[in-house]
């Protein structure tokens, strides 16, 4: 609550859990058969079956809730723990993950995301039978994506997204660099992996999806940065 407390819209960013929202132990995310579930419902919300496209669309969405209150410790200097067993993930009633929360005092940032990461990851690769990599590719752009929310609401962008490069190197490999690119005066995320929800119809691609040509990918980035500016 304390870290919450000093960053603006910490209830849109997921450090405070909605009354409507239950919690659950992050420890479930390295748990390979409760992932397993958590897949097989996508799979019947989406009409899909590809596990590895589920799995990979789970864990996009999971690894910014898990990753969001240790990170938001380390802008506000206000270090809490990354670990799974102090970690308390708050889901909606079908099973959206939309807020966690962290119980201790953070000691080893990068040794605690390094930790967390290979279990969930392991988890995830498990349930949706694909390789470990390209979710740790997804961890980076989470980890990016989420230091730049938390330097938005802050007012802080270069600060916050500085800590990005440092930290990655700290976790190690597999984790890749994350990227950051300036499109007209306004920060994104380089994004280093795909999160394929554009093969759960009718979601298209993203608008920073590596995927897309470099010049599209250019204007739309340019038309988004004109509207937020």
Known sequence: MEVAALVPGAAAL??????????????????????????????RRYGAEDRRVL??????????????????????GRPLSARLADT????????????ATSSAPGADLAGELRETLSAA????????????????????????????ALGRALGDVPRA???????AAAVGAPLPEPRYVDVTGVRFVRRVSCCLLYRLPPEPLCTSCPRRPAQERQVLLEDTAARMR
């Open 121 to 148: 990851i392991g988890a995830v690769a498990e349930a949706g039978g694909m390789r470990r990599r390209p979710l740790w590719a997804i961890a980076a752009d989470s980890l990016a994506n989420r230091l730049l």
């Open 14 to 43: 997921g450090l405070l859990a909605p009354p409507s929202a239950r919690a659950v132990p992050a420890a479930v995310l390295a748990d390979p058969d409760r992932t397993a579930q958590r897949l097989a419902a996508l799979a």
């Open 88 to 99: 308390t993930l708050h889901e909606l009633a079908g099973g959206t993950l939309v807020a």
């Open 161 to 167: 997204t500085a800590l990005a490069g440092p930290l």
């Open 55 to 76: 799995a990979t669309v789970w864990w996009y969405s999971a690894s910014a809730v898990l990753l969001t209150p240790a990170l938001a410790g380390l802008v506000t």
